[in-house]
C-alpha cells in the first residue's frame, strides 16, 4: 500500500524559510503528479503548487507565486516545496497529494493518495 509522509512544518517567524518534504514509500512517484495543498482552520482546502510527472511543468497559486518553489528528486523518491518569505496567511496544515498522471492536475478532487499533514506556523 503506498503512502506519502509529509516532513518539514514548523514554528518560524514572519520573514523565514521552510522547505517541506513528501516522501513516498510503498511505490514509485516517478509517474505521479504531486501537489501541495493546505487548509487554514476556518477555511476550505487551497491548491498551493503542483509538479507534472512527464516534463516537470509547475503550477502556483497566485498567493505564493515568486515565494514558493516545488521540485522533485525522483532518485530519492520525494517531493519538495521550498517556501521563503513566509507570510502569518501561510499558517496552515500543508498536504501533500499524488497522482498516476501525466497532465498537471490542480484540483484536490484530482488526487486519489493523499498524507497525512504537516503544521506550518508563521508567528512572531
Known amino acids: 500500500q503506498g503512502q506519502l509522509v509529509e516532513s518539514g512544518g514548523g514554528l518560524v517567524q514572519p520573514g523565514g524559510s521552510l522547505r517541506l518534504s513528501c516522501a513516498a514509500s510503498?511505490?514509485?512517484?516517478?509517474?505521479?503528479?504531486v501537489g501541495w495543498f493546505r487548509q487554514a482552520p476556518g477555511k476550505e482546502r487551497e491548491g498551493v503548487s503542483c509538479?507534472?510527472?512527464?516534463?516537470?511543468?509547475?503550477y502556483y497559486a497566485d498567493s505564493v507565486k515568486g515565494r514558493f518553489t516545488i521540485s522533485r528528486d525522483n532518485d530519492k523518491n520525494t517531493v519538495y516545496l521550498r517556501m521563503n518569505s513566509l507570510k502569518p496567511e501561510d499558517t496552515a496544515v500543508y498536504y501533500c497529494?499524488?497522482?498516476?498522471?501525466?497532465?498537471?492536475?490542480?484540483?484536490?478532487?484530482?488526487?486519489?493518495?493523499w498524507g497525512q499533514g504537516t503544521q506550518v506556523t508563521v508567528s512572531s
Open positions: 497529494a499524488a497522482e498516476y498522471t501525466k497532465r498537471l492536475p490542480r484540483r484536490h478532487e484530482d488526487f486519489g493518495l
Open positions: 510503498g511505490f514509485t512517484l516517478d509517474y505521479y503528479a
Open positions: 509538479i507534472s510527472s512527464s516534463d516537470g511543468s509547475t
